[in-house]
């Protein structure tokens, strides 16, 4: 969750991260040209991404690493969130 300022003053960056959710290498060219040479040598870290999206953003959050894909799922429709809010019952 983030407060609506935030969201209101990084809503272009934000839009554009969203937009590229499915295409890391895209999304990492957000990042920085590092963050795009890392993720091709696989020497990128969790904690590396966390640390620059703080920057940019100015929002302190964690990335998730799980064996368990479902647990990305996007909330971006009424059913999504039913979904959602069923689950955390």
Do not use: N
């Not at 920057?55 to 996007?74: H, M, Q, Y």
């Amino acid at each position: 969750m983030m407060e609506a300022k935030t969201i209101h003053t990084y809503k272009d960056r934000l839009q554009q991260a969203i937009a590229l959710r499915k295409h890391p290498l895209k999304l990492c060219r957000l990042l920085g040209i590092k963050f795009l040479f890392k993720l091709m040598t696989g020497s990128l870290r969790v904690t590396e991404i966390e640390s620059r999206v703080e920057e940019i953003v100015k929002v302190k959050g964690a990335g998730v690493i799980s064996l368990f894909p479902e647990i990305g799922v996007d909330v971006d429709k009424p059913s999504d969130l039913e979904l959602v809010r069923a689950i955390l019952k």
